[in-house]
């Protein structure tokens, strides 16, 4: 298949494929494949926020200091290829095709027509990481841990970052819940290197399963960090006495940065490594600042809490531009930061599941705040900057994020 082929091949798959109970159909694809993911080192990483950071910190270490690494982590932004890297480059068009082709061939063989998309690209990723020789993967859980397809691996260490609620109807209505199917990632003998300001019912199970595998618990305490400051420049923060920053912004970031530098620790990264990767390492879509916006995939109340804490240090007139999916808890991540912004502008058109537009202008409005619906992203995008505000704002669905980065990159390019 050529790339647009493999596109389509994708595209024939739903999102989360038949219901698991198990992770047999997954199993018997890689056996099938031969079982790539044998040859291969992973730190494997869980948890409701801050996987996407903590995974980036990782692999830039890991390649500054001379590493050649794999990374598989979701959702894209931009590009579908972005899935899969090797040194934190999406593979190329030509490579993404061959494994996608190549797990098509084995997909084919099991005569199971019940994968989901993240299934598919999940096998074509360990097939690429084993044939480019990677000396570490660095390997993100879809959903949950304990039945997510990710988790047919022996790591050599588990990451599980901050839990909170998401996911619900799948994983379970309390944090205590969610985490028993994240802990699903800590194996015999495997270090588990835990975020630190975790519910302590979270911390109980996480603790509990790391005990019952022999494994090291490894969960910095919350005096550990002494913020310092955080505003759009990055965070700043002590860390067990050490300064480190970081590029990309928001409090929670000292808190990824502990998971990330205990995890390097343990592999022996040297802490010129570790520093330089916090300060220079960014997530597309997180706190990005892009021709004068800031776009956030803030979706849930955590991640919609965390930026509004980095936007209350911010002072003048702030308009956002917002839409949500219905599987979230749209109306408390919203209610957590309309009242920071003076004009809301809804949009919907970017999802099958995106709430309605008008929901969320209403909902706006019953708070106070001016509000209006775009039909467009670029409608929203112009109506916005013709407000003149000091400070503006793309926040929500991470499809939405995805587009507002290629509008406002052709924009760049148009200069």
């Not at 579908?80 to 090797?86: L, S």
Request: charged share 25%.
């Amino acid at each position: 298949m050529n790339y647009s082929q493999s596109i389509e091949y994708l595209n024939g798959f739903s999102k989360s494929g038949k219901p698991v109970t198990s992770l047999s159909r997954f199993r018997e694809l890689m056996s099938v494949l031969g079982d790539p993911q044998k040859e291969l080192s992973f730190i494997h990483v869980a948890g409701t926020n801050g996987k996407g950071s903590v995974c980036e910190y990782v692999s830039a270490a890991l390649g500054l200091a001379g590493f050649n690494t794999g990374k598989f982590t979701s959702p894209y932004i931009t590009v579908i290829e972005e899935r899969i890297q090797i040194n934190n480059k999406p593979v190329s068009k030509e490579d993404f095709a061959l494994y996608i082709s190549l797990a098509k061939e084995g997909a084919e063989k099991t005569g199971c027509a019940d994968y989901s998309q993240f299934e598919i690209l999940n096998a074509a990723a360990f097939l690429c990481f084993r044939a480019k020789g990677c000396d570490y993967t660095v390997l993100e859980t879809g959903i949950g841990g304990l039945l997510d397809s990710t988790n047919i691996v022996a790591p050599i260490i588990s990451v599980i970052t901050t839990v909170d609620l998401d996911h619900c109807a799948i994983l379970g209505n309390t944090p205590a819940e969610i985490a028993e199917h994240k802990a699903g990632i800590i194996k015999k003998g495997c270090p588990a290197v835990v975020s630190p300001f975790q519910y302590d019912s979270v911390a109980e199970v996480l603790k509990n399963k790391a005990d019952m595998e022999d494994s090291a618990f490894i969960m910095p305490k919350n005096d550990d960090i002494k913020l310092i400051s955080s505003d759009l420049s990055g965070t700043r923060f002590l860390y067990k006495g050490k300064a480190f920053k970081t590029k990309m912004c928001g409090k929670h970031q000292a808190v990824n940065s502990a998971a990330a530098i205990e995890t390097l620790r343990l592999l022996n990264i040297p802490e010129y490594y570790i520093e330089k990767a916090l300060l220079t390492a960014a997530v597309p879509a997180r706190t990005e600042q892009m021709e004068g916006w800031i776009i956030d995939g803030a979706h849930n109340p955590s991640g919609a809490g965390a930026l509004a804490e980095l936007l209350k240090g911010i002072k003048g007139k702030k308009t956002l531009l917002t839409g949500m999916l219905t599987t979230k808890d749209w109306k408390g991540s919203l209610k957590l930061l309309i009242p920071l912004f003076d004009y809301v502008i809804a949009v919907d058109f970017f999802a099958e599941n995106a709430v309605n537009k008008e929901e969320i202008a209403d909902l706006a409005k019953s708070m106070g705040k001016k509000a209006v619906t775009a039909r467009e992203l670029s409608e929203g995008i112009k109506a916005a900057e013709g407000q003149n505000a000091d400070l503006k704002v793309i926040c929500g669905s991470l499809y939405l994020c995805g587009e507002a980065r290629r509008i406002l990159a052709e924009k760049e390019c148009e200069k």
